[in-house]
Nanobody, 124 residues
Framework: VQLQASGGGLVQAGGSLRLSCAAS????????IGWFRQAPGKEREGVSC???????VYTDAVKGRFTISRDNAKNTVYLQMNNLKPEDTAVYYC???????????????????WGQGTLVTVSS
């Protein structure tokens, strides 16, 4: 089981990035998958998750700006990030959950099999 995140970089405020998370060793649509981020000195927080069954949740800070999607044929999940802000600066991780609840909370403790992370830096 492996998750490989990519697509991070340096962008000015107001810009966009698309993160990708390629999965191997398991099929993405068989469970929940999520994006998380961790800024220096802060705890890892849930950004957006796709629950088993397809339900999608976003943290309030990114609603209307970020979009999570999944390509089952490529076994890859994406995070389209628009109108980026300096406070979005963090290392972004993707992870899968072993839990099958249709109301799974998008919190780090519900997820595992963490990828290596990709750094997003937003300059003001």
């Amino acid at each position: 089981v492996q998750l490989q995140a990519s697509g991070g970089g340096l962008v000015q405020a107001g810009g966009s990035l698309r993160l990708s998370c390629a999965a191997s060793g398991f099929t993405l649509d068989h469970g929940a998958i999520g994006w998380f981020r961790q800024a220096p000195g802060k705890e890892r927080e849930g950004v957006s998750c796709i629950r088993r069954g397809g339900g999608i949740v976003y943290t309030d800070a990114v609603k209307g700006r970020f979009t999570i999607s999944r390509d089952n044929a490529k076994n890859t999940v994406y995070l389209q990030m628009n109108n980026l802000k300096p406070e979005d600066t963090a290392v972004y991780y993707c992870a899968r959950s072993p839990f099958s609840s249709l109301r799974l909370s998008c919190i780090a403790s519900n997820f595992g099999s963490w990828g290596q992370g990709t750094l997003v830096t937003v300059s003001s």
